[in-house]
């Protein structure tokens, strides 16, 4: 072969060695490939992360929590009262209650923690042999048995009953209170609250005149309603604070005691004869 030819042969091995052009596209398109598919994980992990957050923020986390617990026992508890007042006595297992709240879809723990503990051991719900039904304060079943309580209270000196309790427990309560007529006093706290009284009529009559001037020129102005009160218990009579607004009684401060002298040791008892007292200033010589 022609020695031309084999040194041009070489030096075209040299310059094809020395410029590896096709390898350095091929790493600068992977590497451009990666550039490109890192944004691309990165939005998939923050498509992620908002899903996970709207998971963790979604219905099925509010569902468990103890807010949405309490807020369906809420509920219940005003749905048992409102039926009461309606006239719906009757009592309803768990099942019914949960269709007539539109209660469906709470998870079978929360069921449990009702059934066991909530409507169980709640003051206004009344538990009857795995069915639940509303209990108020004043049981009331019509205009005759408000008339007895009221009667009753009056007999024994316990005042009146607070409106907010006949209506919790009376079903149809306006209605009965409306045909019981002057039969009942309503009084009006200073707290807006309304409270009813048996008005008896037997207690109706004209008081003479001597008998209201005698009253009138006893004075009970240096009497307070404390000493009034313990008059009262002494003579055997209850007092109507209990139906009233509770007062609050004001806080007394400590008076802080007068500051103790500190007692501060004396030095040099020794010379108690020798030295003098320059406190007045330097005495004057003799």
Known sequence: ????????????????????????????????????????VEKDGSSGSKHGSESSNGKFNIKTSSGY?????????NYMKTRHQNGDTHHLNLEEILDETKLLDISMKQKQWLMTEALANNPKIDVR?????????????????????????????????????????????????????DQ??????????????????????????????????????????????????KQGISSMQETGPKKVLPIHKRKKGGQKKRNFKTHNNHLAGVLEDYTDGVPSKK
């Open 1 to 40: 072969m022609d020695p031309a030819l084999l040194r041009e042969r070489e030096l075209f091995k040299k310059r094809a060695l020395s410029t590896p052009a096709v390898e350095k596209r091929h790493a600068a398109s992977d590497s451009g490939s990666h550039k490109r598919k890192k944004p691309k």
């Open 69 to 77: 617990k309490f807020g369906c026992l809420a509920k219940i508890v």
């Open 129 to 181: 042999d795995g069915s639940y039904g509303f209990k108020p304060k004043y049981n009331l079943k019509d205009k005759k048995a408000l008339l007895r309580l009221l009667d009753k209270h009056d007999q024994l000196g316990l005042g009146g009953v607070l409106l907010d309790d006949v209506e919790e427990g009376l079903p149809n309560s306006a209605k009965a209170i409306k045909a019981l007529g």
């Open 184 to 233: 009942i006093i309503f009084v009006t706290r200073p707290d807006k609250k309304k409270i009813l009284f048996y008005n008896d009529k037997h207690c109706q009559f004209t008081v003479d005149e001597e008998f209201q001037k005698l009253w009138r020129s006893v004075p009970v102005d240096s009497i307070d309603d404390e000493k009034i009160d313990e008059y009262l218990k």
